[in-house]
């Protein structure tokens, strides 16, 4: 194989490359503002790092070549029962394992309903989403506060810090790296999204994958509605509902084919969330309006998207 | 290949919305409830009817192609605030900001096949770029405020049901024109059958992919001006919060894909529509919480998925069974 030019390697760099410029814009535009840089770092972190966690696991999901719009969803059932086991305990640790416990049971559900069943697992998590959303609607109901579920912001303040957070997301993504990295898991996923019939052919059992990317997944749901609880710990019925969608975004933003395969990467999901976090930062510090902050978002995400394609464009419109 | 006679197929195409109206009306009277009692319970059927059919049209123009489409609620909702916008400061009737809608969501569907086209990022991709411009550009164009329409009793004025009726009528027979008695449509059919060999063939594919995207925007610039004449506003959504309105599309898209072996696939689509309608009259006529009604419509969808998907065994068991006893 030929050494590759440097416009050939860009592709593969653009995603890192474009959190890094998206870093220097932030300190550059907050010194022209004369904006407060630190307390605007500490916004990116914990808007980043649910979304982080969830979409860390979420690439399990997506390297099958799967897609999974209920994550949101399955966030936001995760803290709502999670906050009411606090409520109903007062312990912590009760808390961390109602969260965790509730998103591997709904992971579980999705995972075996498509795989029993051989439904689409796209449309299978489209029904899941649903349900989940409506489930939100009920606990609220049941839990006869109004429109939200309180946990007192004083019990959850000790862990509302940034190292707490980060700590928790530097732990689940060494575990996912170690799966995906150096477990076969990680290679059989990657062929089976890059492959599918000769991954089957070759003896990988898809739906045995497919369960345990969706439990893998479903534990960074659980530490996402942890964290979430922790920061925001009033929570209603729109709780996390953004996350599906973001998590999608992350994912392709961190420079990972949707399609899955052999080019997933762990670190994607990372580089793809705190690049949102950022940019929404900047938007934030120019003051621009939601409707043109949220234009100028998309236009970056296609171009991002559009330069780590690089030359994989083929003559054929991409299905 | 056994053919299927004329009445056995139309039997078979029924099957689905005869069955569901059966039951519902059985439920119906269980509950001392009439489905069509007045006037507005079939306003609201036939609103159903049109709003489905043509989000579902929308939808499966692309998909069968292989292009999922997120921005679909955006288009509606872009094209629904320019149209009312300029009937608020234009003061003109109901079919011209019909017609507004209709061209704007075309053209807002060509640039999003423009970009597909141009950048060969995956549909998928490009759409939930797109979602997110279509939603910024909206809320940027209205400040945020939205469209209210609620004193032009003209435009409330075309929620009627003749205007449903007809609005469907004329977008069925147009897409089943385009779709089955074209070239545009031999051309589409190729490519959902055998992409490569069509385009080797000589076909078009980026001229056909942008008049889908085309066809598919104008449909929901319809859904788009229904929903501001029926509620006489358009309010904004943010961060993907237009996408829902997809989600309605896929139980008729798979019913209309079942009834499709018996007829024309487009009729079939049509038909899983009546079949949702149905539903949500069913479910306003009992007074259905929201909640409950996302989860009867989640589960109906998980088990014609479970139906279709298993096709094969399930039929085979019970031939096998019905084999056994005689």
Avoid at chain 1, 135 to 161: E, H, S, Y
Avoid at chain 1, 218 to 231: D, E, K, N, R, S
Avoid at chain 2, 232 to 251: D, E, K, P
Wanted: hydrophobic letters at 55%.
């Amino acid at each position: 194989m030929g050494k590759q030019t440097i416009r050939e390697r860009i592709p593969a760099f653009a995603s890192i490359l474009g959190l890094l410029v998206l870093i220097a814009a932030y300190y550059i535009v907050g010194a022209i503002r004369d904006a407060n840089v630190a307390y605007g770092l500490k916004a990116v972190v914990n808007q980043s790092v649910v979304v982080a966690l969830v979409a860390t696991g979420a690439v399990f999901i997506y390297t099958l070549g799967s897609f999974d719009i209920s994550l949101g969803a399955a966030t936001g059932v995760s803290a709502l029962l999670g906050a009411m086991a606090y409520n109903a305990t007062g312990s912590l640790a009760v808390m961390f394992l109602v969260c965790v416990g509730v998103a591997v049971a709904i992971g579980f559900i999705n995972s075996s309903l498509a795989s029993v069943f051989n439904l689409p697992i796209f449309v299978t998590t489209v029904a899941m989403m649903s349900v989940l959303s409506a489930f939100m609607l009920i606990l609220i109901g049941w839990n006869g506060a109004g429109d939200t579920i309180k946990v007192k912001a004083r019990d959850v303040r000790p862990l509302d810090n940034i190292p707490f957070k980060v700590a928790i997301l530097a732990a689940y993504i060494a575990l996912c790296w170690f799966v995906f990295t150096l477990l076969p898991t990680g290679r059989e996923a990657k062929f089976i999204g890059g492959n599918p019939v000769c991954a089957r052919l070759s003896g990988i059992n898809e739906k045995k994958l497919a369960v345990i990317a969706s439990l893998i997944s479903a534990v960074g749901i659980g530490l996402g509605a942890f964290l979430t609880i922790v920061y925001a710990p009033t929570l209603n019925k729109d709780t996390a509902s953004s996350i599906g969608m973001d998590v999608i975004i992350a994912i392709v933003f961190g420079g990972m084919p949707v399609s899955g395969g052999p080019r997933s990467r762990i670190l994607s999901a990372v580089v793809g969330a705190f690049s949102m976090g950022f940019l929404s930062q900047i938007m934030s510090m120019l003051n621009l309006g939601s409707g043109y902050g949220q234009m100028i978002k998309a236009a970056i995400f296609l171009l991002v998207v559009f330069i780590a394609l690089g030359s994989q464009r083929g003559k054929l419109l991409t299905r | 290949m056994k053919k299927r006679p004329l009445l056995k197929k139309l039997l078979l195409s029924l099957l689905i919305p005869c069955a569901v109206l059966l039951v519902l009306e059985a439920i119906a009277l269980g509950k001392g409830v009439r489905l069509f009692a007045n006037a507005d319970s079939w306003k609201l059927f036939f609103r159903a009817v049109a709003n489905v059919t043509l989000t579902t049209f929308a939808l499966s123009i692309n998909l069968d192609s292989g292009r999922f489409d997120f921005s679909l609620g955006a288009v509606s909702m872009l094209s629904a605030t320019v149209a009312g916008t300029l009937a608020q400061q234009w003061g003109i009737g109901p079919w011209p900001t019909l017609a507004i809608a209709v061209a704007v969501a075309a053209l807002l569907g060509l640039i999003h096949g423009g970009v597909y086209v141009l950048t060969r990022i995956p549909p998928i991709i490009v759409s939930l770029g797109m979602a997110l411009f279509y939603e910024g550009c909206a809320f940027a164009f209205t400040g945020g405020k939205g469209v209210s329409l609620v004193t032009r009793t003209d435009i409330i004025g075309f929620s009627t049901i003749g205007n449903y009726i007809l609005v469907t009528a004329v977008a069925v027979a147009l897409i089943v024109l385009l779709f089955d008695f074209t070239r545009f449509g031999a051309n589409y059919r190729a490519l959902v059958s055998g992409q490569k060999i069509a385009v080797e063939t000589g076909i078009h594919e980026v001229g056909n992919a942008l008049g889908c995207y085309a066809v598919s925007g104008a449909l929901m610039g319809v859904v788009g001006f229904i929903s501001l004449a029926n509620t006489g506003s358009q309010q904004m959504a943010l961060n993907f919060g237009s996408i829902g309105i997809m989600f309605t599309a896929f139980l008729p898209m798979f019913i209309g894909g079942w009834i499709g072996r018996y007829i024309n696939k487009r009729v079939g689509i049509m038909l899983g529509a009546v079949s949702m309608a149905l539903i949500s009259l069913a479910f306003a006529r009992f007074d259905t919480a929201s909640s409950v009604q996302s989860i009867v419509s989640a589960l109906l969808l998980v088990l014609f998925l479970i139906y279709l998907n298993n096709e094969f065994a399930i039929l085979s068991k019970f031939r096998g069974k019905k084999e056994a006893e005689s």
